[in-house]
């Protein structure tokens, strides 16, 4: 821990004297705190708490991982060791999990895709400490994740000393990787959580309901996270792997779910007994019709998290609508001549589509469903 302090007193120094030999990088003259950076008050190495990057969501360039290079060699840095082959495709597949390409290719916003060397410097003279060279560029992306996952620190784990290359070992890197496919990332369906709080000690979480159902991406909640959530390779002499406990603050633990659940009760997650998925039906009263059950949950209510509330008389959605901007044969019934000219209004009060449509308007001795205005289709 000592070690760890005198390293970053020694970066916060150095980064305040390259700050001063830069214009506009001295943190103590800008008008910022740390909330700037972090969104909790005792930010650590394992939490952070950052904030969201400047950088994120402005690539527009998308390619799926099948559509992107299945091996690149790196070799601009070759001076005393041999290129390293990276497997592109399989870190691509990873990524969909974590952010996807705006990972590695944080500014590429129109396309073509760029390489490294387009904005990073081989040089490691320049004026803005701000952006790495190309070789810290490099390890800035790769070392945390591989740091973590290998336990070693030693250039060795990715790089060969050319002295120490042979034809044989060149060809074993390129083959490593080629035809080679990150395993299926396996989604639970649900997932049961213990708790020791007296509104409920189970709290279900149904993961296909979140992505499936809501629309809801990867990386709204493995924003932070990395290849260690899932794989440790550090493992005990008896070959086990090592179990870690840690407590987390009330905070801490609902900080993925409080952006949409800030307005529910305790009990909405909370139980004494495993919780059934989400039901509309059940949770608003609205049971989904056959029109309305395989849209997502955005169409409706918007894709900005928490979801809005929508009203019942279907305005929300469903503005406007007239016998010539409506084709009334896509619920069911297509109208017949007499009722095709009439107003929206003349069959459903007030506009208001949740209820029955009456006939009472027109017809003293009709009534809907038992008379109707046209004939089935579409069954």
């Not at 008008?31 to 690539?59: F, G, Q, Y």
């Not at 390890?139 to 250039?155: A, I, K, L, V």
Request: proline share 4%; hydrophobic share 25%; glycine share 6%.
């Amino acid at each position: 821990m000592k070690k760890i302090l005198v390293l970053v007193v020694a970066l916060i120094l150095t980064v305040g004297i390259e700050a001063q030999q830069s214009p506009g990088k001295n943190h103590s003259k800008l008008n910022i705190s740390c909330k700037t950076c972090h969104t909790c008050d005792v930010p650590t190495k394992d939490e952070p708490c950052l904030v969201a990057c400047p950088r994120e969501n402005i690539v527009t360039v998308y390619q799926k991982p099948e559509e992107t290079p299945e091996l690149i060699v790196i070799d601009q840095l070759s001076d005393r060791y041999e290129s390293v082959h990276f497997s592109h495709k399989i870190h691509a597949q990873m990524s969909v999990m974590s952010g996807g390409c705006e990972n590695c290719h944080h500014f590429n916003t129109s396309g073509p895709i760029l390489k490294c060397n387009s904005c990073h410097e081989t040089s490691r003279q320049r004026d803005d400490v701000s952006l790495p060279d190309l070789k810290g560029a490099y390890h800035r992306q790769c070392m945390d994740c591989h740091r973590e996952w290998s336990h070693e620190t030693g250039c060795n784990s990715c790089h060969t000393l050319k002295k120490n290359l042979t034809d044989t070992k060149r060809d074993n890197d390129k083959k490593k990787y080629t035809g080679k496919d990150h395993p299926p990332i396996l989604e639970p369906a649900h997932i049961s959580y213990q708790t020791n709080t007296d509104k409920g000690k189970l709290v279900t979480f149904y993961h296909d309901d979140h992505t499936k159902k809501f629309g809801i991406s990867c990386v709204s909640c493995h924003k932070q996270e990395n290849c260690t959530k899932c794989h440790d390779v550090n493992r005990e002499s008896n070959d086990k792997l090592k179990t870690v406990s840690t407590k987390k603050t009330f905070e801490e633990q609902h900080k993925n779910c409080i952006s949409c659940h800030k307005e529910d009760n305790c009990s909405s997650c909370h139980s004494s007994t495993k919780l059934e998925p989400f039901d509309h039906a059940k949770k608003t009263g609205w049971a989904l019709s056959k029109y309305h059950i395989n849209l997502s949950c955005a169409k409706c209510h918007g894709s900005k998290l928490p979801y809005k509330k929508v009203n019942k008389n279907c305005s929300s959605c469903h503005q406007g609508w007239n016998a010539e901007t409506f084709k009334h044969s896509v619920t069911g019934l297509q109208l017949d001549e007499i009722h095709l000219e009439l107003g929206c209004e003349d069959c459903h009060a007030e506009n208001n589509f949740a209820k029955k449509p009456g006939c009472d308007g027109c017809h003293e001795d009709f009534n809907y469903p038992k008379q109707k205005p046209g004939k089935v289709v579409g069954k």
